[in-house]
């Protein structure tokens, strides 16, 4: 069975310091990676994904991720925070040999909260 | 742009009473989902579809039903609604392995 796990409920950053948020997982055989945002009241909004190739993933509003397959890790970053980042941040995870069934498991949620 | 739309964004409901989560995209897109979200346990998937009439139980199904009779609607059902089904429910949708469309959620509350 599959699992996401992100180590910390919230994370605190001042506006324009660099921004982490963490996840590792476990799969059967290679992983199809997502991120996903929540903004209040609001559903989930895709930020980008890994599916192969290289580690280093760009996505959405200035975010980037590394896939790390030693450590299991896919940790979110962001090099300048802004205050309008603050939202909830929700990792997934699939057998890549089932990505066409989208069946995702995530993560806890990380709430980040950007301080000006 | 991918639309899905929940019907009500907000509902209260007593326990004991039936009740109908719907859900309509419009991409033709053929897997749909239903997740609950509560604090700190994530996004659970109760059922999910792949075509239409088609459906798969998720990780928690329990208490739950779910009927897709046409491509562009899944409905989530709670046949005998209980104050432990407190949550927000989110529909989404999606095109083979491409990256799920979300709905804005349905908070239902069951007193």
């Known amino acids: 069975a599959q699992s996401v796990a992100q180590p910390e409920d919230q994370v605190n950053v001042a506006e324009g310091n660099p921004l982490t948020v963490k996840c590792t997982y476990s799969v059967s055989g290679n992983p199809y990676l997502f991120w996903y945002v929540q903004y209040p009241n609001r559903g989930l909004q895709f930020l980008l994904k890994y599916i192969t190739g290289d580690n280093l993933v760009k996505g959405s509003y200035g975010f980037e991720a590394e896939f790390n397959k030693s450590q299991t890790s896919f940790h979110l970053k962001k090099p300048s925070a802004l205050v309008s980042d603050s939202a909830l941040y929700f990792c997934?995870?699939?057998?890549?040999?089932?990505?066409?069934?989208?069946?995702?498991?995530f993560g806890g949620g990380t709430r980040v909260l950007v301080k000006p | 742009d991918v639309k899905v739309t929940q019907s009500s964004r907000y509902l209260v409901k007593r326990t004991g009473e039936k009740v109908f989560l719907e859900c309509v995209q419009d991409?033709?897109?053929?897997?749909m989902f239903w997740y609950r979200q509560d604090p700190g346990l994530g996004l659970r998937l109760i059922y999910f579809s792949y075509d239409v009439k088609m459906k798969e139980k998720g990780d928690i199904p329990e208490g739950y039903s779910v009927s897709r009779e046409k491509k562009e609607r899944f409905s989530l059902i709670l046949e005998s609604a209980s104050t432990n089904q407190t949550s927000m429910y989110l529909c989404?949708?999606?095109?083979?392995?491409?990256?799920?469309?979300f709905g804005n959620g349905t908070r239902l509350t069951v007193t």
């Open positions: 997934a995870v699939t057998p890549l040999f089932k990505a066409a069934g989208n069946k995702l498991t």
């Open positions: 989404a949708s999606s095109f083979r392995e491409s990256p799920l469309h």
């Open positions: 991409m033709d897109h053929e897997n």
